[in-house]
């Protein structure tokens, strides 16, 4: 078999890569680890849905595979370490899902802003303006890009942080996006839109000592991993009013428990990962992945080299992969 796809895809795009490859598709084997495993022995290529984690296990099983593809943005679930030293080549589409997570994170802020009402001057409660405001990016990714391209034209001022990228370099001029300290970013924001990518060194970075200093009476919205927040931090700050309101695209699974910080606030709302899931982002994203595929199974097989030194441990530079001009 040649390509094991696991979650459902476009018909077209699946009619495509049946046309040129040996395909089976069985979303099935989702959460049967026993059978996936088992199928993975003859597998070549396989498409996988965030629940399935690619871990050394998974790839210990699958010796003769050679490309994971993904179709959302995200590689949470997939040790990308662990495919390198197995020769196994990671596809995901970067960009595919950019327009729509920053269309959903427009629409967020402007829901919060409106609906969630200040206390005015004269003593009305009263909703904000989007082109009033100062919104702060966390994490340059291409939903960035494209939100610093149409935020300005509601009239509102940009700013940004990336802990991966200096305020030196000249991409912050080049997508018009203002960078500042994080610290500094927090205090002007009226607005925070957080898409950094997640790396294990980035757990718990939105914790006290970031959301201590947010301005008063910010609203805050996520499509990033929720582990990037410190959960009991995040709930102080919602529930002091500090954060006025929440809106998180996705929580690992319990977060909201009885017993848990965040368990019945009621300024903080979940979305299951609707910010990258449309019509239109799913067909590129498909479109994209699968012509990588395709050309990575046709193409002969490297050889094996004679032998292989390791390269030192650590995550790659999470913003290369982000780097576009």
Request: charge should be negative; hydrophobic fraction near 45%; proline fraction near 8%.
């Amino acid at each position: 078999m040649s390509l094991l796809i696991l979650e459902p895809l476009e018909a077209e795009v699946m009619q495509w890569l049946s046309e040129r490859n040996s395909v089976r598709f069985a979303p099935e084997l989702v959460g049967e680890t026993a059978q996936l495993l088992q199928a993975l022995h003859q597998t070549r290529a396989l498409i996988v849905p965030p629940s399935v984690a690619v871990d050394a296990a998974l790839l210990r099983a699958a010796p003769r595979l050679r490309v994971v593809g993904r179709m959302s943005a995200g590689g949470e679930n997939i040790d990308l370490e662990a495919c390198r030293a197995a020769r196994v080549e990671v596809i995901r589409s970067l960009t595919a899902t950019a327009s729509a997570e920053a269309e959903f994170a427009i629409g967020a802020l402007l829901a919060l802003l409106r609906r969630v009402p200040i206390l005015a001057s004269d003593g009305m409660m009263v909703g904000r303006e989007l082109g009033c405001a100062t919104i702060g990016l966390i994490g340059m990714t291409p939903a960035s890009r494209i939100l610093g391209q149409l935020l300005p034209a509601f009239g509102t001022r940009v700013i940004g942080y990336d802990p991966s990228l200096h305020q030196s370099d000249p991409l912050w001029a080049q997508w018009g996006i203002a960078p500042l300290p994080l610290r500094d970013l927090m205090e002007q924001s009226d607005g925070v839109c957080v898409q950094l990518g997640y790396f294990p060194r980035y757990r718990g970075l939105m914790g006290e000592r970031v959301l201590g200093f947010a301005k008063p009476d910010q609203v805050l919205v996520s499509i990033a991993h929720s582990a990037i927040f410190d959960d009991q931090a995040l709930a102080d700050s919602l529930t002091s009013g500090r954060i006025l309101a929440a809106w998180f695209d996705s929580m690992e699974p319990g977060l909201q428990e009885p017993g848990c910080p965040l368990h019945g606030v009621p300024s903080f709302q979940v979305t299951p990962r609707l910010a990258s899931t449309t019509r239109e982002s799913r067909a590129r994203a498909a479109w994209g992945v699968a012509r990588r595929v395709d050309e990575l199974l046709a193409a002969p097989p490297e050889p094996a080299p004679e032998f292989r030194i390791s390269a030192p441990g650590g995550l790659a530079d999470p913003l290369a992969e982000r780097r576009w001009r």
